[in-house]
């Protein structure tokens, strides 16, 4: 038994040892020659041997100015490729030959791992050796699985060569003792299985279908390139200022911005910043620049930095969900060619704690939300030291509300629990940022660089004015006006939309930011009334295309709108559509198929689509008048770089609004306070519960509110604030007093709460709701379980319409009916209200208003066409989307709820499918494509429906053959989705990869055998 525990022991590090080494290979440095320590296991060894002993690490790593010297370059060498093809060219004979037992003969082959006939080659001595992997060519990609196919072959033929290696252990290659090959035999016989399933599933994960050994050579060069810029980084002075070739990262780097993002040299600005010293040095820091700066390549830099020199984890924050999908399309390249793991948390989306990864590094794609809970999680797991770097997108947004208050507590509690995690924010400029430097003790780079120049005018009656703040009254005349408007236009468009559109479309872009989402419909449909009928001719073909998607994503239904617009090249763009509309209409947008969006501010805020002029449609958004900021992010959406070499900004405003007006677009910069008092201090609150429950003290003065309690604790001070949650607290039964009468503890609810990020205005109802739920819960349909997710925070957003809300009632089955009742809405007080009749019985309408929202989703699970729902239950399906995407995700939040609190067992299965089915609310065969990032339900099916029917058909698929099969795909769209099929295979297979060597680690505090025992 003891035995056959070291052994399994023995066979981790041996199995380990190989892919490390499969990433050295046979290239040249002749550090690695030297044998020396190995490289990603220990690098603090590493570093003492370099420092000590290894005379051409000290070559590479003299105070030379490129710390690579000639070796940078090596990518370019076309004698270092030729010595590459020639190394494989050995390889291959190697292969031909029975292998010896060697180093090189335990590394893994990345080659793909298809079916094949050849699989039954024999392989005299081990069957594990990768000889078995090499027999398998690159033949065409067959129907899968071919994974399982491969397992289960090689499975069988496992089991056959152990049996062949009892009978005849001479047979083996015979390089140690007999009582040593005996042993061997027996321990490859019982890894064989972990081993194999491991070897199929990363080869299938890691290697594109067309692999080739030099390919994997090449990756092995990037490492060594790696290695040099860990080395640089462990060994420069803090005063040196350039690393390495590209910021202290291999040329690798370089050379994939310029092919992935078309970047060939940095702004100025940002090669000062990257070379700040406060950056070399790790401090924190906030940059701020305009909008379209270019800040976020800074950010990037750092990231993969950090990734790949100092082999830390990285967690990049941004706002929405759609740029969460965004970046992490967009990073995914990266990861597969640098080796390292983009993973998304976002919506539902996101392991808490997550994997665990021992031989890379990840970095998380998060939104506000998914964040915090992954902080807190990496605190409750003891393991912030891997997080080496979290930066934050649109730091302002700590100004913003109840995600502002969240950014807040995620940073505090970074800074608090991890001295070595650096924390970099961006942000459009800001009026204290002193203070948000105290909070974040970082260093501040400010420019106002811009690539191209904004010109910011306004509109008054007749008269163009260009924005001055050094003008007496910030405005200078720049032209008047003189468009022929006949009176019924004049009518129909008194602010001359129409005209100032025209002098930009359709030649260039335009976007025309309206005040409500009604106004961004009226006022396409408008222009469109009055455009020659020249526009029609322009892409006439691929305008039909985007009409034809557009239906297809409505399952046959159009919008009336946009059916009349996008045919002269116009569209709207709100929270009304759907995404997958939204998401048709910004790429026809980018590419110029459409050359004007009307649009609300959620535009200006989210994915980075710019214009030659922006329109502002009046300075109001609903009723309110525009904050500066919201302001700023519009305009900043004019000039495209790259493309134009003017952008050019109108705010059109009547007379009144003139004062107000030159207010905001004058003004300093608003400034950005603390939320944690936001919405009666909801976020403070939800601070001291999970400080508590982390068991964390002295923890307040790291906050922002700390900072600011000058301006923002004015009644009361911050410690009697804190004082005041705490009681709050305890009389919600969150937190109590432990038995020493001092100590603070949370209790099993509190737990559950924080780490379901339950809201807690809700927590003790989700529990009472949970807790008779499990009373009687109807499970021969999903509408119970659906109704115990509908999120509490939608309710107020939508009024049952009775008549619906009674015919869908009657649509339920008998026992559907009754949970309803059981719940608090019985059928005889939706037939009164339906029939107009008053109602004395008291009844929640909380409790009926979040029932009615249950009936919209249940139909829509059961029939997943959102336009039909829409239809019946008149709502807009922006709206019933949105409904969908929160209840997904308030799903999992209440089954990590339910999984703190023991009596909830039964409810944890259960929660989880259902939180997979309102993720993907579509057929289920398409699930498994929807779950790369970015595609949605129509590519889906069109991937479907072109033979891509799982993932792996995806991660192996050809982009160059997608794009030109499926139809409206582009190249840079078909390489992101291949790129994220596979770093999401990866992922999967890593992760699986992860749990075998969990069960086969020898714990390490196994119970000692006594002596007499071991012999
Ligand atoms: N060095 C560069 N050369 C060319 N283009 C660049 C460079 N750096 C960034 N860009 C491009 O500029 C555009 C805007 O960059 P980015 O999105 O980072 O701006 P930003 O400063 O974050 O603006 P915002 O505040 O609007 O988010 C992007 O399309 C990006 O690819
Ligand atoms: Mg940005």
């Not at 705010?651 to 905001?664: T, V, Y």
């Not at 009024?799 to 649509?811: G, N, S």
């Not at 029939?863 to 995407?885: C, H």
Request: hydrophobic fraction near 40%.
């Amino acid at each position: 038994m003891n035995a056959g525990n070291s052994e399994l022991k023995v066979k981790r590090v041996s199995s380990r040892k190989r892919s490390r080494d499969s990433l050295k290979t046979h290239l040249t440095p002749t550090r690695k020659r030297g044998g020396g320590p190995c490289l990603q296991q220990c690098p603090t060894d590493w570093r003492l041997s370099s420092i000590m002993a290894d005379e051409q690490a000290v070559e590479f790593c003299s105070d030379s100015e490129d710390l690579f010297g000639d070796y940078d370059s090596i990518l370019e060498d076309s004698s270092l490729l030729a010595k590459l093809d020639e190394v494989e060219q050995i390889e291959r004979q190697l292969d031909v030959q029975p292998p010896a037992h060697t180093e090189a003969a335990d590394q893994p082959d990345f080659t793909s791992l298809r079916p094949s006939k050849d699989v039954q080659k024999p392989s005299c001595e081990d069957i594990l050796t990768d000889s078995i992997l090499d027999g398998l060519g690159d033949e065409p990609f067959e129907d899968l699985p071919a994974s399982l196919l491969q397992f289960q072959e090689q499975v069988n033929e496992s089991v056959k060569r152990s049996r062949l290696q009892d009978g005849d252990k001479t047979s083996t290659p015979s390089r140690t003792s007999d009582r040593n090959m005996e042993d061997k035999s027996k321990r490859k016989a019982r890894r064989s299985v972990a081993d194999q399933l491991k070897r199929t599933m990363l080869g299938n994960a890691t290697a594109p279908s067309n692999v080739s050994r030099t390919a994997v050579l090449k990756e092995a060069v990037v490492s060594e390139e790696i290695s040099v810029a860990m080395q640089a980084m462990e060994t420069v002075s803090a005063e040196t200022t350039d690393l390495g070739p590209f910021f202290g990262l291999p040329t690798k780097v370089k050379d994939l911005m310029y092919k992935l993002r078309g970047i060939k040299t940095l702004y100025d600005w940002q090669e000062t910043c990257l070379n700040l010293d406060c950056v070399q040095q790790r401090k924190n820091l906030i940059y701020s620049l305009p909008t379209s700066g270019g800040k976020t390549l800074v950010a990037e830099i750092l990231i993969l930095r950090e990734l790949l020199c100092r082999k830390k984890d990285c967690l990049f924050i941004l706002p929405y969900i759609s740029l969460v999908q965004e970046k992490v399309r967009g990073l995914a390249s990266f990861g597969l060619e640098l080796d390292f793991m983009v993973e998304e948390y976002a919506g539902s989306k996101g392991k808490f704690p997550p994997v665990k990864r021992r031989n890379k590094t990840s970095l998380y794609i998060a939104t506000i939300e998914k964040a915090h809970s992954l902080v807190n999680s990496l605190i409750e797991s003891s393991r912030m030291e891997n997080l080496g770097l979290v930066v934050v997108d649109e730091l302002h947004m700590l100004g913003d509300g109840s995600r502002g208050a969240i950014i807040e507590m995620t940073l505090a509690k970074v800074l608090y629990m991890s001295k070595s995690t650096q924390i970099i924010g961006m942000s459009a400029t800001l009026g204290n940022i002193k203070d948000l430097q105290t909070f974040l003790r970082a260093e501040n780079y400010t420019n106002d660089f811009r690539p191209v120049q904004l010109k910011e005018y306004v509109k008054l009656k007749d008269t163009i004015y260009e924005v001055d703040p050094k003008e007496d009254e910030c405005f200078r005349f720049s032209r008047a006006l003189n468009f022929k408007y006949s009176s019924g236009m004049q009518k129909m468009d008194p602010d001359h939309i129409i005209a100032l559109v025209t002098e930009v479309i359709p030649a260039h872009s335009c976007l025309v930011f309206c005040p409500t989402k009604k106004n961004c419909e009226n006022v396409a449909g408008m222009i469109c009334k009055y455009l020659k009928e020249d526009f029609l001719q322009l892409r006439q073909e691929e305008k039909s295309v985007l009409l034809r998607e557009l239906r297809e994503s409505g399952n046959g239904s159009l919008c009336p709108v946009l059916r009349r617009t996008v045919p002269y090249g116009l569209a709207y763009h709100h929270s009304g559509l759907t995404s997958e509309e939204r998401k048709l209409v910004e790429e026809a947008y980018s590419n110029g198929v459409l050359c004007l969006l009307t649009c609300t501010s959620t535009l200006a805020a989210g994915i980075n689509l710019p214009a030659r002029r922006v329109i502002l449609r009046s300075p109001y958004l609903a009723t309110d008048f525009l904050k500066r900021s919201q302001y700023k992010q519009m305009v900043g959406r004019a000039g495209r770089a790259g493309i134009d070499s003017v952008g050019e900004s109108i705010l059109i405003l009547q007379d009144k609004e003139r004062n107000m007006a030159q207010h905001l677009v004058c003004a300093p910069m608003e400034k950005c306070f603390s939320n944690l008092k936001h919405d009666e201090g909801k976020g403070l609150l939800s601070l001291i519960l999970s400080l508590v429950g982390l068991n964390v003290r002295d923890f307040l003065c790291g906050t922002l509110l700390y900072v600011q309690q000058e301006q923002l604790c004015v009644e009361r001070s911050l410690w009697e604030e804190v004082q005041q949650c705490v009681e709050l607290l305890k009389e919600k039964n969150l937190i109590t007093v432990a038995a020493d009468g001092q100590t603070l503890q949370v209790t099993k609810l509190g737990k559950a709460t924080y780490k379901g990020s339950v809201d807690l205005a809700h927590s003790d109802v989700l529990y009472k709701d949970l807790s008779k739920g499990l009373e009687g819960l109807l499970l021969n349909s999903y509408l119970h379980l659906v109704y115990l997710v509908t999120p509490y925070d939608m309710i107020s957003q939508c009024k049952p319409d009775w008549m619906t809300y009674f015919r869908q009632f009657t649509l339920l089955s008998a026992s559907e009916q009754k949970m309803s009742a059981a719940v608090g809405v019985p059928e005889s007080f939706v037939a009164r209200k339906a029939a107009g009749q008053s109602v004395k019985k008291s009844v929640n309408m909380e409790v009926v208003s979040r029932m009615y929202l249950a009936l919209v989703l249940f139909s829509l699970l059961k029939e997943t066409n959102l336009w039909s729902v829409a239809d019946r239950f008149q709502l807009s399906r922006g709206f019933i989307q949105t409904l969908l995407s929160s209840s997904s995700a308030f799903c999992s939040c209440v089954l990590h709820f339910t999984e703190e609190l023991e009596e909830f067992w039964p409810f944890r299965a259960l929660l989880s499918e259902l939180t997979r089915r309102l993720s993907y609310c579509v057929r289920a065969e398409l699930i498994p494509l929807m779950e790369v990032a970015g595609v949605m339900e129509l590519r889906a099916k069109q991937l479907y429906n072109a033979g891509y029917k799982t993932l792996t058909h995806l991660a192996n698929a050809d982009p160059a053959v997608l794009s030109r099969t499926i139809e409206n795909m582009f190249n840079k769209q078909a390489n992101q989705i291949v790129a994220s099929a596979k770093m999401l295979l990866s992922e999967k297979a890593a992760a699986l990869q992860e749990e075998v060597d969990e069960l086969l680690t020898l714990p390490s505090d196994l119970p000692q055998a006594s002596n007499t025992e071991q012999v």
